[in-house]
C-alpha cells in the first residue's frame, strides 16, 4: 500500500495526507493535511509558503511543549523576543490503525529534540458528505502524558508576546488569492473573531484557478480559543493555550474533536447555520 494516505469522498480525492515530511528539523517536522481541496477541486491549504514557511497544511503543531518547540520557526522567548533555539522536535508516525479511502488512524510520538516522548497521540480524520459541493473533515485525536508528569503546552502569547499570538494546536494554513473574510455567528473581521469562543468561526476566499471557498471550523475544547489570521496570512487554529498555559496531567489524556466544512463557493451565515443544524459538526 502507498505511504501516501489520501482521503476520499467517494470517488473524488479531497486530500492528502503527508506522513513523513522530508524537512530541516526547524521547520517543525509532523504529519499534515495537503493539498486538501474542495469537491469541485480547488486547493484550501498552502504549505512551506515564503512568508512562515513552517506553516504545513492542516496539521497539530504548538509551540511550547515542556520547552520543545513543535511548530517550527523561531521561539518566543519572554524579554528577549523571537529567537533561534535548538529546541525543536518531532512529532512521527509510528503506526496504523486503520486505514481506509474515508477515514485514518493511527499512533504517533511527540518527541523532544533529543527523542525523548513528551506525548503519545491516536488521532483520527475523516471525509464525509454534506450536501452538494460541501464535504466534512473531521479530526480526533487524544493526546497522553507520561505517568511521571504533567505535560505543558505553551504559545508565544503565554511566553510574553503581545497582541493575540495565542497560536498553537489544530492550525490550518489556507491559500488565497487576496485578503479572505472570517467571520463567525456574531462577528465580523479576524480582530473580532480571534481570541474568541464562538461555536464556529468560517473563512471566506478564493483559490488558485479563481475557484470561491468556505471553511467553517467547529469543535473548541474547555479552555480553547479560535486564533484566525486573514490580514497577514490566512490561518485558522484551535488554540489551546491562547491567554493561559495548558495542562496534559501526568498520565491523563487530553481529547480533541473537531469538523471543518469545506464548501465550493460563498457561504452566508443562513447557509452555514443549516449546514450545521443538519448534522455537520464533528
Known sequence: MSDEPRLRVGDVEVA???LHPDLDRRHGPRPYLHPVRTLAGTPVTDTLPADHVWHLGASLAVQDVDGTNLWGGRTYVRDTGYTWRD???????TGWVDRRPDRLEHELRWRDPDGGVLLTERRRLGAA????????LDVDYTLTAPAGRDVHLGSPATNGRPGGAGYGGFFWRAVAEGEPRAFSASADGEESVNGSAEAWVALTGVGPGGGAYTLV???????????VRTAMYPGVCVAFAFDRPAVVPAG??????????????TLDRPRIAALLDGGATA
Request: net charge positive.
Open 129 to 136: 458528505p454534506v450536501a452538494p459541493g460541501v464535504w466534512r
Open 16 to 18: 492528502r495526507y503527508v
Open 87 to 93: 529546541d525543536h522536535g518531532v512529532i512521527a508516525h
Open 252 to 265: 491523563g489524556d487530553r481529547r480533541g474533536r473537531h469538523a471543518v466544512l469545506v464548501a465550493d463557493g
Open 217 to 227: 471550523f467547529t469543535g473548541l475544547g474547555p479552555g480553547d480559543r479560535w486564533f
